[in-house]
């Protein structure tokens, strides 16, 4: 059973903190994502790493970084927070090759309010 | 623009009586279009997926979707929805370049 998960499902952070959101998965996919999700707007992509140490930003980089030091972990870093960062942040995982699938698996997602 | 639309934000239904999400998509080359469905409070679920082969594809939980090229779409049907069917439905389209288009989700009502 493959299982994605993420460091925390509830965050309350202050505008101008550095925030860390962490994502552990345990099924050897190369590829992990981050998404954030807001009502109206469905997910929209942060990041995407397709290898340890590789990534390409998404549709919405700006005030956000990632890191990939090893296989299983996909980090996201909110440089200084601010309130429009306010959001349900989704990790997935999926393999990167078409015969083993192209499906995403999704952690439960963290709630970010930012004050 | 290459990009996934679903065009009804809430769609209600009956239990029992059948029901469809729909899904239209706009990507060059073969799509390869995946539903995903997301309970309250929960990440977002794998249902089925769409690579090559038959148009209709059959997935969890009783669901299925019929992919139609001259019509560019992908609609979500089920022959007879639960109550517990209830949640919120997302389209997806692979990029090439193994990133994704998801649209902005229908959330279904199963009506006792």
């Known amino acids: 059973d493959v299982k994605v998960t993420q460091s925390s499902r509830y965050l309350v952070k202050r505008t101008g903190e550095k925030v860390f959101l962490e994502c552990v998965q345990d099924m050897d996919h190369e590829n992990m994502f981050w998404y954030r999700q807001d009502p109206g707007l469905g997910l929209r992509l942060i990041y995407f790493?397709?290898?340890?140490?590789?990534?390409e930003k998404g549709d919405i980089p700006e005030g956000y970084s990632v890191s990939r030091e090893k296989k299983e972990r996909f980090s996201l870093i909110l440089e200084s927070a601010s309130t429009n960062q306010t959001s349900m942040y989704l990790c997935?995982?999926?393999?990167?090759?078409?015969?083993?699938?192209?499906?995403?698996?999704f952690g439960p997602g963290t709630r970010l309010t930012v004050t | 623009a290459q990009s996934v639309a679903q065009p009804e934000d809430q769609v209600n239904v009956a239990e029992g009586n059948p029901l469809t999400v729909k899904c239209t998509y706009s990507?060059?080359?073969?799509?390869?279009l995946f539903w995903y469905v997301q309970y309250p409070n929960r990440g977002l679920q794998f249902l089925l997926k769409y690579i090559t082969g038959d148009n209709l594809v059959k997935g969890s939980y009783g669901f299925e979707a019929e992919f139609n090229k001259s019509q560019t779409s992908f609609h979500l049907k089920k022959p007879s929805a639960l109550v517990s069917d209830s949640a919120l439905y997302f389209c997806?389209?692979?990029?090439?370049?193994?990133?994704?288009?998801f649209g902005t989700g229908t959330s279904l009502t199963v009506i006792p």
């Open positions: 997935a995982s999926s393999f990167r090759r078409r015969e083993q699938g192209y499906e995403q698996y």
């Open positions: 997806a389209v692979r990029k090439p370049g193994n990133q994704f288009y």
């Open positions: 990507v060059s080359g073969n799509p390869y």
């Open positions: 790493s397709y290898d340890v140490k590789m990534k």
